[in-house]
């Protein structure tokens, strides 16, 4: 990252400046003490007001040792620090004490050629890393059910995964994102019994998704007051496990409309996997793994049922198999989770699921843990600790959420093809003669729809809001996509080659240093997004880069005029647009990894 190198730097000046002004303290503790360099890097932090500096280190918890007051110490080393900093070739940092810290401020210049030259020169390669070279990372996410429409209970998961597939890919990981279709189970056993009563033919014609899902609410419905229908279902499906030539070539048909339509909504929101398989993919490997788990000791039997005892009080035993013999979710869930770890051995497995399912994860990853504790598996042949449950909160529309079984549900497609017409309507309101008219409203309108999904932290509820999601004002998609189409005009107006050859003193405003040094912040959202599984991170950057910039256009001069950012002077022009362009660069690449599109005008 950017700031390494400077960090690297105030590191070792601040240890050395400790070892000079303490020496017999240092001599004491010897390699167990705070003042060596590697020490101090990790405690760097960054400071919570930017006007403190751009680096901090702390150092109350060393006050026991140093048995001296906060501000001494940090006076005296401070004072040293500057004096080793202006013996070196290149003093680049200031140190100065602020109470139990000691703060740097980095010269601008410097700054502004370390960011400016590599975003200009990466383009958009810029941000990207090597942490995860060598490493393989599952994301499973989206997972629709066969014979239900995309609704936006899906919405999230769909949202949330294909970004993190991205920003791993950024990272240098291999990664894999997987479509895991709900194609199996009971569900089907009524899908089964509902065609056969109430469906035909055509039933398969038009909309055929929603015909079906107008037989599954029907279902429910009726079996309300008949009770002999849940049975019946039961049934059905014990006769598509067991391979039934006519429940199966119906359950075919229902998977083969399914897929239609789930490849033309991802096309329109620009998903994309890597593997796609159904639960149905691992109905030959269950028996293996509960013959595992027997073989291991942990299975028993209840009420002619098959299942594993979790030992928590938290969490009821796993159920592997019901009195009929019939497989459970989680049984062909602990199938999927053993064969990805044999077939990838993978670094992390992700599962990008609403937080309703956070005790069957609980359940399924203390089955396998149970499991590997009893065949006492070495620590590198271990999924345990690798796979992660990324749950997320719920999507609601005026506080409600949706329910597939009362026909209580938004399709996801109705919700797209709104934002893209609201959208119009806002384009004629703004620019009636743009071309590409089309194009744009569907980037705006579907980078709308994904921007409300991860404008919020993951774990929180969306609460769905049309005036706010389409607003090119305030924390929204089209507001980000509208700041990248004004960076874009700047270049078309500036109409010459940019280079980082520019002198990076004339960039010398506090408008300026904010945007440099929210561009040298690039790498480290990136990375915090990974580290918490939260594409919001990057959505907040963004935010606060659009936000910089826009201060930076909107600058003043002491006059009182706007300072132009393209202007008679060629020099200043020309270290503006520089700056421009890595903004530009940065805010397209961003909003790829949030899987945005990011129109050149608007």
Same mark, same amino acid.
């Given at each position: ?11 070792? +000046? ?59 110490? @940090? ?27 000691? &703060? ?10 370390? +960011? ?13 890393? @090597? ?5 393989? #990372? ?19 998961? +769909?949202?949330?995964? #294909? ?15 997987? &479509? ?5 189970? @009971? ?23 929603? #015909? ?7 279902? !429910? ?7 002999? $229908? ?6 059905a499906f014990k006769k598509l496990e067991d391979g ?68 928590? %009080? ?30 990838? !051995? ?29 065949? #006492? ?27 597939? *079984? ?25 620019? %009636?003669?743009?071309? &590409? ?45 509208? +700041? !990248? ?7 078309r107006m500036y109409g010459k080659p940019i280079t ?35 594409? &919001? ?34 020099? *200043? ?5 520089? $700056? ?23």
């Amino acid at each position: 990252m950017i700031l390494d190198k400077f960090k690297e730097q105030f590191a070792i +000046t601040v240890a050395t400046a400790f070892q000079q002004c303490y020496p017999e303290i240092y001599r004491t503790v010897g390699d167990n003490g705070p003042f060596h360099s590697p020490d101090v890097l990790k405690g760097i932090e960054r400071p919570k007001d930017p006007k403190m500096g751009s680096l901090a280190f702390p150092i109350f918890k060393f006050l026991p040792i140093l048995k001296s007051k906060p501000n001494e110490v @940090t006076a005296s080393v401070a004072a040293r620090a500057n004096i080793i900093l202006s013996a070196s070739a290149s003093p680049e940092l200031a140190v100065t004490p602020a109470s139990g810290y000691l &703060n740097a401020s980095i010269e601008l210049t410097a700054v502004a050629r370390e +960011t400016i030259g590599q975003a200009v020169t990466m383009q958009d390669k810029f941000g990207q890393s @090597t942490v995860g070279n060598g490493k393989l #990372n599952l994301v499973e996410y989206s997972s629709p059910n066969i014979a239900k429409p995309f609704g936006v209970g899906h919405l999230r998961t +769909t949202i949330i995964g #294909n970004s993190l597939r991205r920003i791993y890919k950024k990272l240098g990981y291999e990664v894999i994102g997987i &479509n895991y279709p709900g194609d199996w189970g @009971t569900q089907f056993g009524k899908m089964i019994v509902a065609f056969r009563r109430w469906g035909s033919e055509s039933t398969f014609q038009g909309e055929a998704v929603k #015909n079906l899902l107008d037989l599954y609410v029907k279902f !429910h419905a009726e079996a309300e007051t008949d009770k002999s $229908l849940d049975d019946e279902a039961r049934v059905a499906f014990k006769k598509l496990e067991d391979g039934d030539p006519e429940a199966t070539k119906l359950w075919e048909r229902m998977k083969e409309v399914s897929f239609e339509e789930w490849s033309r909504v991802y096309g329109i929101l620009g998903v994309e996997f890597d593997l796609v398989y159904g639960e149905s993919f691992l109905n030959d490997k269950m028996e293996a793994v509960i013959e595992r788990l027997q073989k291991d000791g942990l299975t028993s039997t209840s009420r002619g049922a098959l299942v594993v005892d979790l030992n928590d %009080p938290q969490l009821p035993p796993a159920l592997l198999k019901k009195q009929d013999g019939a497989t459970l979710y989680i049984t062909r869930d602990l199938a999927g989770l053993i064969w990805r770890w044999e077939k990838y !051995h993978f670094n992390e497995s992700l599962y990008v699921v609403g937080v309703s399912q956070s005790d069957h994860f609980k359940q399924a990853l203390k089955v396998i843990d149970m499991m590997e504790q009893a065949e #006492n598996l070495p620590a590198e042949s271990r999924m345990t600790g690798r796979v992660k449950h990324v749950d997320f909160g719920w999507v609601k529309f005026g506080e409600k959420t949706m329910s597939t *079984r009362q026909g209580n549900i938004i399709f996801l497609e109705d919700v797209i093809n709104q934002a893209i017409d609201l959208a119009k309507q806002k384009i004629r309101e703004k620019n %009636p003669n743009l071309a &590409n008219f089309d194009d744009v409203a569907q980037m705006i309108g579907v980078g709308a729809v994904i921007f409300s999904q991860l404008s919020v932290r993951r774990q929180k509820d969306v609460n769905f809001d049309w005036d706010e999601v389409l607003s090119f004002e305030g924390e929204t998609g089209p507001y980000l996509q509208y +700041t !990248h189409a004004r960076l874009c005009s700047l270049e078309r107006m500036y109409g010459k080659p940019i280079t980082a050859q520019i002198d990076h003193s004339l960039l010398n405003h506090d408008e300026e240093r904010l945007v440099i040094e929210t561009i040298a912040e690039f790498e480290e959202a990136i990375q915090e997004a990974a580290r918490l599984y939260d594409p &919001n991170c990057i959505s907040t950057y963004l935010l606060r880069l659009a936000s910089a910039f826009n201060k930076f256009y909107q600058r003043k001069d002491d006059s009182g005029r706007i300072d132009k950012i393209i202007s008679d002077d060629p020099d *200043r022009s020309a270290a503006r647009m520089a $700056l421009v362009q890595s903004v530009r660069i940065v805010m397209n690449e961003g909003l790829n990894l949030l899987g945005l599109r990011a129109p050149y005008e608007m």
